[in-house]
């Protein structure tokens, strides 16, 4: 199995923003440059003095006259940062498995940490792999529930962190990974979480926990597992995604050591996307093909 590029290959190969620009038109147009407004084939390329009195690639339609460049309507249009470092943040986030912190991102890029911290967070909204952008999980499921944060602090000592209830669900063929923050554990949140991305007459399996009784319907088929009794019974257990909750909760300590419940989603998604691909050859392609 072939592996990530290291650093240094990754350095090399996109070494210029001209680099950069054709293999992002080579990911954005597979079949050959269309318009993004009108999808027409007849459009020429051509070179204007940018802002920073850098060269800009821009492209004009010959049928509706709109004038566009690779990165627009993606999450590196307006940013004014060149793709090389949008390219390097992506890479350096793919390939840490505990995941980058903004301070570090803002060291290894040269850039401001709100720069560094904005790139971070546009970067995780592009790996989100929910049922919108993937099939449903089917087979057999195993969902959990677990709480995140809680520890945080004011300067004056008090408590301010609420716990973040978070839902898990795990695919037993694929492996995959899907995580949502949540309001709460109601058996309604749960079941809109699990309708929206699992498929109609899945086998769920789930602790004891009342907000999941509502599975034992004609929509699903529902097996449970007493923890008192023991973690797995008749081949019925929520290993499989307690597992993925002590990986994330590491994670957390060890690189972000505190996450808002504001953007605790964005963590979620990098962390299940990596999680989810790690066997894949290029994290990068992946990421930019999501991008636009
Ligand atoms: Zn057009």
Not at 79 to 96: E, Q, R
Not at 205 to 225: A, G, I, K, M
Request: aromatic share 12%.
């Amino acid at each position: 199995m072939r592996k990530q590029p290291s650093i240094f290959e990754h350095l090399r190969q996109f070494d210029s923003e001209e680099k950069c620009i054709a293999h992002f038109e080579r990911i954005r147009w597979p079949r050959g440059l269309r318009c993004i407004r009108c999808k027409g084939k007849r459009v020429f390329k051509f070179e204007t003095e940018g802002k920073t009195g850098k060269e800009r690639h821009l492209y004009e339609c010959v049928d509706c006259r709109y004038q566009f460049s690779v990165t627009t309507g993606t999450i590196f249009h307006d940013s004014h940062l060149p793709l090389t470092k949008w390219f390097l943040a992506i890479y350096m986030i793919c390939s840490a498995k505990k995941g980058v912190s903004a301070k570090q991102l803002q060291r290894e890029l040269d850039t401001s940490y709100k720069t560094a911290w904005y790139m971070a967070h546009r970067i995780r909204l592009a790996m989100q792999e929910d049922a919108q952008f993937c099939r449903k999980f089917s087979g057999v499921v195993v969902a959990d529930e677990t709480y995140i944060g809680g520890k945080g602090q004011s300067p004056r000592g008090r408590s301010t962190a609420r716990k973040i209830p978070v839902l898990g669900i795990r695919e037993r063929t694929s492996g995959r990974v899907l995580m949502k923050a949540v309001e709460d554990v109601s058996a309604t949140t749960i079941a809109d979480f699990i309708r929206e991305n699992v498929k109609r007459g899945a086998e769920l399996h789930t602790d004891e926990f009342p907000s999941y009784l509502w599975l034992d319907s004609s929509e699903f088929v529902h097996r449970s597992v007493n923890k008192v009794k023991g973690y797995s019974h008749r081949g019925v257990s929520t290993n499989a995604v307690e597992n993925v909750w002590s990986l994330f909760k590491r994670a957390i300590v060890g690189s972000y050591h505190k996450v808002s419940a504001k953007y605790l989603q964005l963590y979620l998604h990098e962390f299940s996307f990596r999680f989810n691909n790690r066997d894949q050859f290029n994290l990068l392609d992946r990421v930019l093909g999501t991008c636009f």
